[in-house]
């Protein structure tokens, strides 16, 4: 059985099936539609049109799983049991749980009132991608301030994607000098992996961007038009013109108060083999997941070969045998036709997908911008989602 829907369940029910057709697979997702987030990025900064990054439900469960439309209200694994939300309960074998990771909105006072409006956005939502790229296009002068809350965060390059790419747009149309940019980072770098500080830093610096690190985003008056930061020196409040906002991330309830739940509220995995640190039967991976490691797209790519491979051990009666080394990927979209590829494994050490002759990650290059723009929701909707493990193999394989 598998929890959720997105991206880490579809690609290991289909990576089990491509290894054992005929295998008896049920996957738990209440919504009727899939999304390919890494494309509300470029929705949001007006490359993609919204509709091509949401398809049916249906038409992307793989041939033989049974869908059971319904959402999970909690587990109890030593029972090998799950409960829905209806009451009703279901029993398993080998359980996966993959029900991503919860965008708390929330725990910022007044954003969930004026999201939409005012000047307040966010590319982390479907409706909201294509109002980001509304005021990319309207404002002409006044301050634009772009945050990230503290780690966890699904894909933590995106927040400054959004900003590259506004202000790539401003730039074109000559109104980049009028325009006050910010970045309010709740964290105290950059970014996470040092080898690729240089390429960005000069991009906050062509574009003239305020770094305001230790800034954590608490609250918003939309009709003020008013932003208030939580920094080691008291709270900071600053007017704006345009916010775009990512929210903090959490666990979904019902898996942080579970069984299955660390004391982060993920699900409790081992970091290479993702199997349940005490229950042998049940894996976890995606932005659900306890690893280490970022969570994007690229990374549940990664990891779901090696689950379908140590389910099908477990299922024989054998330990685990494939192992996953921390890769995630998040493609830096810093101006229209250029990205930052960066590819690394747990510890920030470099994962290159690629020889450096052809893409060097540590730079921005226009071919990464291709991989980006047209062949990574290709190879998504194509070959991930369809068990298809293109530079995506189950792993390094463990000593039994």
Known sequence: MVIGGGAAGIATAASLLKRRPGLDIAIVEPADTHAYQPGWTMVGGGIFEPEVTRRPMASVMPRGVEWIRAAAK????????????????????VLVVAPGIRLAWEKISGLEDTLGKNGVTSNYRYDLAPYTWELVQSITSGRAIFTQPPMPIKCAGAPQKAMYLSCDHWRREGM????????????GVLFGVPDYVPALMSYVEKYDIGLRLGHNLVSVDGPAQQAVFKTEDGEVTRDFDMLHVVPPQVAPQFLADSPLAAESGFTDVDQHTLRHNRYDNVFGLGDGGSMPNAKTAAAARKQAPVVAVNVLQQLAG???????????SCPLTVERGKIVLA???????????????????????????????????????????KGREWLAGPGNMIAQ
């Not at 980049?176 to 964290?187: K, Q, S, T, W, Y």
């Open 74 to 93: 909690s587990f109890q694994p030593d029972d090998n049991q799950v409960t829905l939300e209806d009451g009703s309960t279901l029993r398993y074998e």
């Open 176 to 187: 980049l000098d009028r325009i006050d940019v910010e970045f309010c980072n709740a964290g």
């Open 318 to 328: 054998r330990g685990p045998k494939a192992g996953y080394d921390g890769y995630g």
């Open 343 to 385: 590819e690394f494994a747990y510890g920030g050490k470099l994962a290159p997908s690629f020889p450096t002759w052809l893409i060097d990650g540590t730079k921005a290059q226009r071919l990464s911008w291709m991989l980006k723009a047209d062949a990574l929701p290709w190879i998504y909707w194509n070959g991930m989602l």
